[in-house]
């Protein structure tokens, strides 16, 4: 692969503008030949053929109407791969939103859920220019398996209806519930409709055995749609569901919104945006591995906020980067963001051309293809490895998943990064240890030592000296002796320090020199000897010295000189 990605992504402090350059401005810049056009293209067609029966079924499952995932593909997709950070990246309706967005409509409606994406595309912006793209792999990783395994869950329960042509009136959107309801339906089973839906997933599956690139989920919409007529089943499909399908895209328009509205959208719309950059970056990350590229993560989060703005603008859905559309990009042999923006008009049309074809698809084959996606989103091998390896990790995982599936989805990942960080600072604290050490270190200190153990302490502090750790190390300075005449704190193995460790290290201090008793703060990195500096820890009230021996050195001096006479400072 090129270099230039990589020179880029290796860059420490890359340049504000260069930070937010759309690839495809880098991709002409290295030089675009008509191989590269027609490599793109080819990738393109072969996306779009994935992404156009997926499209239509997440939206179906969202509670919108199938044309809405076509309209985010197309508007959405176009606009993330045209100002994306990422070379491969395609963007459209992901799987991972459909609960959130089923909730969004049913308690905002059409224009206070188009004004959530809005308002979701302007905080990706603001995170973008604000460079928060590089925080966002601070999510654990059994946080994201846990949610992701617990959508897959809520988003198959959502289906069932459909593969086995159950008639339930009033579905009830919690999981519990949901299942009762479901259960309670299944004196309207549909032979039919169970055939057709097991015989799509048998098509999608074993065409993924036989011929791994054959378009799979256009070949089991299509069986069904043929099924459906030559067998003259009646099954539902989305032109009994839905009606006719537009030929064009809408006209943009902008929803309605005041200040009540936006304040009721507003944890929405940070949902939207909190999704959104975890899944388009953890996307643009399997990219960078599968290609040896690297993307701009804030670059990234500035387009997606762009294409949330464009897709609400067209009705469409919430925009995100999709793993497994980029996957199948890399593996058509994609070559920059230009086969993102042919996924985009391809779709389009098929829309402008052949939308009549897809009234005849029934809703069961729709089903199928999302029970498949269902299927391979729930990471069964990384789940049960995550329960087996650590009982932290593994509780980490199962909060995330329960609250996911049993409360909200917001809840569930909140709960889930809470969790996560509280795991780490408490793996960081139990790192941070404190010794004491009377005789000191070095040979040349070792026998002045022994002559006066009683008058000079050496304390060692290993690891990162911050508030998780502060109570530790300030109970452990609490119980040193009161004899010593000077303190040698060793800070060689401290990495960092924040304002409660240097709190607590200066209550030491302050506590020690009461008595009379110096402090000598040794080997400092630089950065924590600011910091300590910063919050008080400085001459002298407190000595710093390079070694150890030179506060020895400096200990003895002050131990002979002679005490000031009474009444003079």
């Not at 809405?68 to 070379?87: D, K, N, P």
């Not at 098509?203 to 459906?228: E, K, T």
Request: proline share 5%; glycine share 8%; hydrophobic share 55%.
């Amino acid at each position: 692969m090129a270099s230039h990605d990589s020179a880029v992504g290796l860059r420490e402090k890359p340049g504000f503008f260069e930070a937010f350059t759309p690839k495809l401005i880098t991709v002409w810049r290295e030089g675009y030949t008509l191989a590269n056009l027609r490599a793109d293209a080819l990738a393109g067609l072969a996306v779009a053929i994935v992404a156009l029966p997926l499209s239509m079924a997440i939206a179906i499952a969202c509670g919108a109407r199938p044309e809405t995932g076509l309209y985010t593909s197309i508007i959405g997709g176009f606009v993330l791969s045209a100002f994306g950070g990422s070379r491969y990246q395609i963007g459209g309706p992901a799987g991972a939103f459909i609960v959130v967005v089923s909730m969004a409509l049913q308690h905002f409606g059409a224009n206070g859920f188009l004004v959530a994406v809005m308002f979701a595309g302007v905080l990706l912006m603001i995170a973008g220019f604000l460079k928060l793209g590089t925080y966002v792999r601070y999510v654990p990783h059994p946080v994201i398996v846990g949610f992701t395994a617990a959508i897959a869950i809520v988003i198959f329960s959502s289906q069932i209806k459909y593969l086995f042509g159950l008639s339930v009136p009033h579905e009830p959107a919690a999981i519990a519930p949901k299942i009762m309801a479901l259960a309670q339906a299944y004196g309207t089973f549909s032979l039919a409709t169970t055939l057709v839906s097991l015989a799509c997933i048998g098509i999608i599956v074993g065409l993924r055995a036989w011929r791994p690139h054959f378009p799979g989920f256009l070949a089991a919409v299509a069986f069904g749609a043929i099924a459906n007529l030559a067998f003259k089943l009646k099954l539902a499909t989305l032109g009994t569901a839905f009606g006719h399908m537009p030929r064009s895209l809408p006209l943009p328009h902008l929803p309605h919104v005041d200040f009540s509205l936006l304040a009721a959208v507003a944890p929405t719309a940070l949902t939207f945006a909190m999704l959104g950059s975890i899944e388009s970056l953890l996307s643009a990350v399997v990219a960078d591995g599968m290609t040896g590229r690297k993307h701009r993560s804030n670059g990234e989060l500035v387009a997606q906020g762009l294409a949330n703005l464009a897709s609400a603008a067209f009705g469409g859905l919430a925009v995100t980067g999709v793993v497994a559309r980029t996957a199948a990009n890399i593996r058509a042999h994609a070559h920059g963001p230009l086969a993102g923006m042919f996924h985009a008009a391809f779709i389009l049309i098929f829309l402008m051309f052949a939308a009549p074809a897809t009234e005849q698809i029934p809703l069961c084959a729709l089903a199928a293809v999302l029970a498949v996606v269902c299927w391979n989103m729930a990471d069964r091998a990384n789940f049960f490895a995550i329960l087996k390896h650590d009982r932290g990790e593994a509780l980490l995982l199962m909060v995330t998943f329960l609250l996911t599936l049993f409360t909200d989805l917001t809840i569930g990942i909140t709960a889930g990064v809470t969790l996560g960080a509280l795991m780490f600072m408490h793996r960081m604290a139990e790192m941070t240890k404190v010794s004491v050490d009377p005789r000191g270190e070095d040979e040349d200190s070792v026998a002045d030592a022994e002559d006066n153990n009683d008058d000079i302490l050496v304390t060692r502090i290993a690891g990162p000296f911050f508030f998780g750790a502060a109570n530790s190390i300030g109970s452990v300075l609490e119980r040193l002796g009161d004899r010593p005449k000077a303190f040698i704190v060793d800070l060689a193995s401290v990495p960092m320090a924040d304002v409660t460790g240097a709190r607590t290290l200066q209550d030491f201090v302050t506590r020690v020199r009461k008595r009379g008793a110096s402090v000598y703060l040794i080997n400092t990195q630089p950065k924590v000897e600011q910091i300590l500096q910063n919050c008080g820890l400085a001459m002298p009230f407190v000595t710093y010295a390079r070694n150890e021996a030179e506060a020895r050195k400096m200990a003895r001096a002050a131990f002979d000189a002679p005490a000031p006479m009474a009444g003079i400072a």
